[in-house]
């Protein structure tokens, strides 16, 4: 191919391909993204410039007058000791509550979407969790887990199997499993009503065709329903990992990260350091440090569940 | 699609299921109608009078009309622009997969990754430049970053549509904003009631934000009458369940009211794949 | 889509109309030429407001615009985001946790000499100042301790409270003996007995030890591997479970009130719950068991109230910290919250059963490490309780507690 020799027709085509209508429709198709992309700017941009510029200064979030300090806050955050201890809790509640809420939130959409006697209700018994402030629901959940003999599921254990107490908030392990116990009651409800909403989307001919097929419900779960969710897979296991990932409210409610460092999480790292302490400078570049992680993390299970996806469909 | 019956076991299943998901709403319910005492006796027994002392002395103390009137306001407004801005850029991400879009795809799931904590400060100055601290307008200006939360599920879910739809409405000659307008929305109801009503839930209840942005009496949010029970040493129980009763009510009715809306949307076969 | 197009339209008119009703209630310039002073408090509304009613009624001219925040970190975070940006409220509450933040971003008034601190008790007015300057007015102090119920011990053929810690390991062993639980203390924040034996360790090295170990003359295992060894008894000694970590302070009360429990850490905040949950337990208060038989209590004197350097109305805050530092203002604090006051010319009116708590402040028998360290109390705070806990379930030793927080205090 002449690159040269065709050039003349080249710019007279471009010239006409920017008049032409197809490129109009694009450009106002483009607009569509102006709104979304000044709530970017205003709300997200420029405050995180400035977070990053506080990251690398000796701001207290008091005073106005700040001096560069370069990567000391930096430094200083990878030689916390306690910083590791909430690195892994905030690991474990995040995969352990995608994974799990997933697994129990297709079957339960799927049965959702089921006609039975009192659906109404039900759907939103299971939405209920997502409602309240969590600090109401720390306290109810403290009662419900109390480690004594008087806590509603040591009663409950005593009075059936005539077990001892068991102490669920008071032993490190037991307490991230309660931890992550209760995520789970208060986000499977509504991550089943989103994939409620996707199969919506699937068309009933589908199981119309399969069943004339003879398939059964089982196959025509794993071979129509599964695939067809894919993409509420990817939405609701992103979503469920960005917010496990910045978790604070409920460990901080239920247990205050303890016992020990056992529920400790990032964010209340972030936010102890920044605003009871002082140390918006070293609260900011944990911030940053932080985001790079879970971008790295996000965008791995990104490109896992794209995968997933091409696979399934 | 087959007309399913109604199954009387998976009736039972699912409503004993809800009844366990339910139990810390009882308990939180039950004890607004009880004396302290009796709270403390027995925390599960129903209340063995009618009780009521708890609503009237919320009653009595809290401006709750002026501050339901507020947090209506707020997260109506709010609702509506965050589900027009979300669900506008995922159109036209769906359509438009250039290079401006694919970075800004990126840039938005980075959007989503920033810690709340890690940016009050300098969201609060730029409130404070834009003379919106103090004020409901401020408020929704700040649950307006809502709205790439609503385009995330909203673009997943469009991905989820058989694409030819909107092919042959634009071979027809249906301009961007007619298929946006005629098409998309109407195919996406399902998912913009799901999102409205989450994000819905989020604004009614979320305290952070009106609590470190608003500080006059008249422009508080309901939540905030909440956390008024929580004092220095101590938190007012009673009045905190009690009002975080009245709170959820409306909500409650909300999302009952809604979520019959997400039910019926391609089941009747407005679109053929 | 009609449906979307119709709930679109209802909530736009909706909002439209309550934009109207919402403007109309927001006029900022306050009506009748009134003057707004600011005031952003950490007390619930429930406790302030029939103060501010008495005092709008006494200053026709001034009207409080009230806004609260839960402590603390709320409080803190709302507090310091307004402040740097110049937003912050005329008058507003000075607590440890931003104290020195506070003075040295020039954030608050130099109260020193005015006329209405002249009430204040010394050892008051000197918890809220710094380098002999005060920022802080407060008019009120705490002390905790040991709550029991009377009937309880009377039934174990128990008449007289120990005074010593070893007793009391030996009562609650009896206790524990006769079938009862005998003492629950939470351990969620720094436990209340700790607090106690530390400030009486300090007491019994002569005070000031917390200025040596910050001065680095001495170390924190100086002060606390004793007090830290005495408490973990509780454990080693089986009177007490490890359950306490993941206890509440109201679930601690909640056992108490029904009788599941002999002996609880208590603080005066407990007392009005109490009374309305149980009015008929028979309840005594104790100062905390030590080795050498003098009893000591956790306390400390309550927040002050500061104001704001770049106020506009200055005349009338101090118009506002003259009532509430009143007589008659103390007096409706003191009945409104069963605070005990500590101002000159009120005798505070308590429940009978704070008096044990009352003496041991007029005695200045109380400690509270926060309030004792002069910076990074958050910071310590967070490793204290992390270790402490620990400690409870034997994964720590109380030279490890004691060495965390030397660490921490070298590293901030």
């Known amino acids: 191919m002449t690159v040269l020799g065709r050039r003349a027709p080249a710019v007279t085509g471009a010239l006409s391909w920017l008049m032409s209508p197809k490129r109009l429709e694009g450009l106002r198709l483009q607009a569509f993204m102006v709104p979304i992309g000044v709530v970017f700017a205003v709300l997200f941009a420029i405050p995180l410039a400035q977070s990053l510029y506080f990251s690398v200064t000796d701001f207290n979030g008091y005073s106005t007058k700040v001096n560069f300090v370069g990567l000391e806050n930096y430094r200083k955050i990878f030689t916390d000791p306690s910083m590791l201890a909430g690195l892994g809790f905030t690991l474990l509640y995040a995969i352990g509550t995608t994974v799990i809420v997933t697994v129990l939130a297709i079957p339960l959409a799927v049965l959702l979407n089921r006609r039975f006697f009192g659906r109404n209700v039900v759907r939103a018994v299971f939405f209920f969790p997502a409602i309240p402030s969590i600090a109401i629901l720390g306290l109810v959940w403290a009662f419900i887990l109390s480690p004594l003999g008087s806590g509603a599921i040591n009663w409950l254990l005593d009075a059936v199997g005539g077990f001892g107490p068991v102490p669920w908030l008071s032993d490190g392990t037991l307490a991230q499993l309660s931890v992550i116990m209760v995520a789970v009651w208060s986000s499977t409800g509504w991550h089943a009503i989103l994939y409620l909403a996707y199969l919506q989307a699937i068309p009933g001919d589908y199981y119309e065709a399969a069943r004339v097929d003879g398939a059964s419900a089982r196959q025509a779960f794993f071979r129509i329903t599964l695939p067809l969710l894919a993409p509420a897979v990817t939405v609701s296991s992103l979503l469920l990992m960005t917010g496990g990932l910045k978790v604070y409210d409920l460990p901080y409610t239920l247990t205050k990260g303890g016992p020990g460092y056992a529920t400790f999480t990032i964010t209340q790292s972030i936010i102890q350091s920044g605003i009871a302490q002082a140390k918006f400078g070293q609260a900011s570049a944990l911030a940053v440090v932080f985001m790079l992680v879970v971008g790295a993390i996000v965008a791995l299970q990104l490109v896992l569940s794209r995968r997933l996806e091409g696979r399934l469909s | 699609m087959r007309k399913q019956r109604s199954s009387p076991i998976l009736s039972l299943v699912m409503i004993l299921a809800a009844a366990v998901v339910g139990v810390p709403f009882y308990y939180i319910v039950v004890n607004t109608f009880k004396t302290q005492r009796e709270t403390s006796a027995s925390p599960l027994a129903p209340p063995t009078s009618l009780y009521l002392d708890n609503y009237v002395r919320v009653f009595e103390n809290t401006p709750i009309l002026q501050s339901f009137l507020n947090t209506v306001y707020v997260t109506a407004v709010s609702i509506v622009i965050m589900l027009v801005i979300g669900s506008m850029a995922a159109y036209a991400m769906l359509l438009r997969t250039n290079l401006i879009n694919r970075v800004a795809g990126v840039l938005l799931v980075i959007a989503f990754l920033v810690p709340g904590q890690a940016t009050l400060i300098p969201v609060y100055r730029i409130l404070v430049e834009l003379q919106l601290v103090d004020s409901l307008e401020g408020l929704i200006m700040l649950y307006t970053a809502g709205s790439i939360f609503c385009y995330f599920l909203i673009q997943g879910y469009l991905r989820s549509l058989p694409i030819s739809i909107f092919e042959a409405a634009r071979i027809d000659g249906a301009g961007p904003w007619q298929i946006y307008w005629r098409i998309v929305l109407p195919l996406i109801r399902p998912i913009l009631i799901t999102v409205g009503v989450f994000q819905t839930m989020w604004i009614w209840n979320d305290f952070i934000t009106p609590n470190v942005f608003i500080s006059s009496p008249d422009k508080q949010t309901l939540v905030l009458q909440v956390y008024k029970a929580v004092g220095e040493y101590s938190v007012d129980w009673p009045a905190f369940m009690t009002l975080s009763v009245i709170v959820l009510i409306p909500v409650v009715i909300f999302f009952i009211v809604m979520q019959r809306h997400i039910v019926n949307g391609l089941l009747q076969g407005s679109v053929k794949g | ?412």
């Not at chain 3, 708590?357 to 310590?380: S, T």
């Open chain 3, 1 to 412: 889509m009609s449906l979307l197009r119709r709930s679109v339209a209802t909530l736009a008119a909706a909002a439209a109309v309550l934009a109207g009703t919402a403007g109309c209630g927001s006029g900022s310039e306050g009506g009748g030429g009134k003057t707004k002073l600011s005031f952003f408090s950490w007390e619930n509304e429930q406790t302030m407001k029939p103060l501010i009613d008495a005092f709008e009624k006494q200053n026709p001219g001034i009207d409080i615009e009230f806004s609260t925040a839960p402590p603390v970190a709320e409080y803190i975070s709302t507090l310091q985001t307004r402040l740097v940006s110049g937003t912050a409220a005329d008058v507003f509450v000075i607590a440890a946790e931003n104290k020195t933040n506070l003075v040295q971003g020039g954030f608050v008034k130099d109260l020193t000499g005015k006329p209405f601190m002249a009430n204040m008790s010394k050892f008051n007015t000197e918890a809220w100042s710094v380098d002999g300057k005060a920022y802080g007015m407060s008019i009120s102090s705490w002390s905790a301790g040991i709550l029991y119920n009377k009937d309880v011990l009377a039934k174990a053929g128990v008449t007289e409270f120990p005074t010593k810690w070893d007793d009391f390991i030996a009562l609650c062993q009896k206790l524990k003996a006769a079938g009862t639980t005998p003492y629950y203390e939470s351990a969620t924040g720094l436990p209340l007995s700790i607090a106690a034996l530390v400030g009486h360790e300090n007491a019994r090295q002569g005070g000031g030890v917390d200025a040596q170990i910050f001065a680095g003359q001495k170390k924190f295992g100086d002060l606390w591997t004793g007090p830290l060894t005495t408490y973990n008894q509780l454990f080693t000694s089986g009177v007490m479970t490890k359950d306490v970590v993941g206890l509440k302070g109201e679930q601690i009360v909640d056992e108490f009130t029904n009788g599941r429990v002999a002996m609880i850490a208590a603080g005066p905040w407990d007392v009005p719950t109490l009374r309305q949950k149980a009015p008929d337990l028979n309840l005594v208060f104790a100062g905390v068991p030590t080795p050498d038989g003098k009893p000591f209590w956790a306390g400390a004197a309550s927040p002050g109230w500061a104001i704001n350097a770049k106020t506009q109305h200055e005349k009338e805050a101090e118009a506002f910290l003259t009532y509430l530092g009143s007589k008659e203002a103390v007096t409706l604090f003191n009945k409104e919250t069963a605070a005990m006051t500590t101002t000159s010319d009120v005798t505070p009116v308590v429940d009978k059963v704070l008096e044990p708590n009352l003496q041991a402040l007029k005695e200045g028998a109380f400690y509270l490490p926060q309030i004792a360290w002069p910076r990074v109390q958050d910071a310590l705070n967070t490793e204290m309780v992390a270790q402490i806990q620990l400690m409870i379930q034997g994964q720590a030793k109380p030279e490890d507690v004691a060495a965390a927080l030397d660490n921490r205090l070298k590293s901030s």
